[in-house]
């Protein structure tokens, strides 16, 4: 990791950093910014006068402001002139991370009990991701396909079921977000069109519940998570592949949602945590019903939400990494009876 890598990795969350600041670096902006904001209240302090909270208050509000926008616009520019250093490839992974708001897990406090914690794995493989870089480790060759293995086939290759417990892991953590709103009438895989006498035709979405739009009504979701960088990919931008996902979901499923009275919403993320706008209307819908339950604000709710489906995503992209798609061996024997045949 070079220096240039670093001083990205240094920058804001909005701004596709990490949020975690040189000390040295910060001081100057943060001295100047804390010298303005307490200028009333120094000047009491100096001349002997009676201190005006309000005009406190307001100056400190300015200084704030002020150094915030001033650090964003700096920020900028590192950010500018970092990444144009960079190969074209990478390039555009960062700039899809900084417009894609998906730095919100990385504010969040990681405990065992709030299910923010990573493993080390989970967490190095989050950040190569973010940053384009190849995670440490990676294996010379697939052991469900014998094909040579890279973070594209890695996040594409269904042996092993891994890509499909991507999606499963995603599915149940909604299904129980919606438990935690009030809403009991959940349905998991429902059929929403019976197949036909050889079987063909039939269709399941991955969930279902009742009143999340509107009262009564039911609400048919589906959920696809797909990876920006495969190899097909790189010269589609990220909305095109969202839009496209999108309608191939709503061509799939909105006719049959139709005929059953129901509204049909696709859930499309990639594997950064990046979500498509019908899914973010979707989070913010479940943030309010979260917060009226909970006696929460709405920010609060909705940033503790978006952050817990980013590290849901991450964590099972990290599994297509690291896990294993041999097929597990049995034991040989279905009942201790059969001992006495492979004994002399």
């Not at 700096?74 to 490839?89: A, F, Y």
């Not at 920006?228 to 990220?238: E, V, W």
């Not at 499309?268 to 979260?290: N, P, V, W």
């Not at 990290?318 to 024997?333: D, E, F, N």
Request: aromatic share 6%; glycine share 8%.
């Amino acid at each position: 990791m070079n220096r240039a890598e670093i001083s990205l990795m240094l920058l804001s969350g909005h701004n596709g950093g990490l949020g975690i600041r040189d000390p040295v670096d910060s001081s100057t902006l943060s001295f100047h910014s804390s010298r303005e904001g307490s200028k009333i209240l120094s000047d009491s302090v100096i001349d002997g006068i009676s201190l005006e909270m309000d005009l406190h208050e307001t100056q400190m509000k300015k200084s704030i402001h002020q150094a915030r926008e001033l650090r964003d616009s700096l920020e900028q520019d590192i950010w500018v002139k970092t990444s144009n250093g960079l190969p074209i490839h990478r390039q555009k992974t960062l700039q899809r991370i900084k417009d894609g708001e998906c730095s919100t897990w990385l504010s969040m406090m990681p405990t065992h009990d709030n299910n923010f914690l990573l493993g080390a794995n989970e967490f190095r493989d989050s950040i190569a991701l973010r940053y384009g870089r190849v995670p440490i480790k990676m294996p010379g060759f697939c052991d469900g396909c014998n094909q040579p293995f890279d973070l594209s086939h890695a996040l594409d290759c269904k042996r092993g079921g891994l890509v499909g417990a991507r999606h499963n892991e995603s599915r149940d953590l909604n299904i129980d977000l919606l438990h935690l709103t009030g809403l009991t009438q959940t349905v998991k895989e429902p059929i929403i069109q019976e197949p036909d006498s050889d079987g063909n035709g039939g269709l399941r979405v991955d969930w279902g519940v009742r009143g999340f739009w509107e009262f009564q009504k039911q609400a048919l979701f589906d959920i696809c998570i797909l990876n920006a960088d495969a190899p097909s990919y790189l010269t589609t931008s990220l909305q095109s592949l969202f839009d496209k996902a999108r309608d191939r979901k709503k061509k799939k499923y909105s006719e049959a949602a139709e005929v059953r009275r129901s509204t049909f919403t696709p859930i499309i993320a990639s594997c950064e945590g990046i979500f498509d706008h019908e899914a973010q209307i979707y989070m913010k819908r479940m943030s309010t019903l979260l917060a009226s339950k909970w006696g929460k604000s709405y920010s609060q709710v909705h940033g503790w939400l978006k952050a817990r489906m980013q590290v849901c995503i991450l964590r099972s992209v990290s599994l297509c990494i690291r896990g294993s798609r041999t097929q597990w061996r049995g034991a040989g024997i279905e009942h201790g009876a059969q001992i006495s045949l492979y004994c002399n």
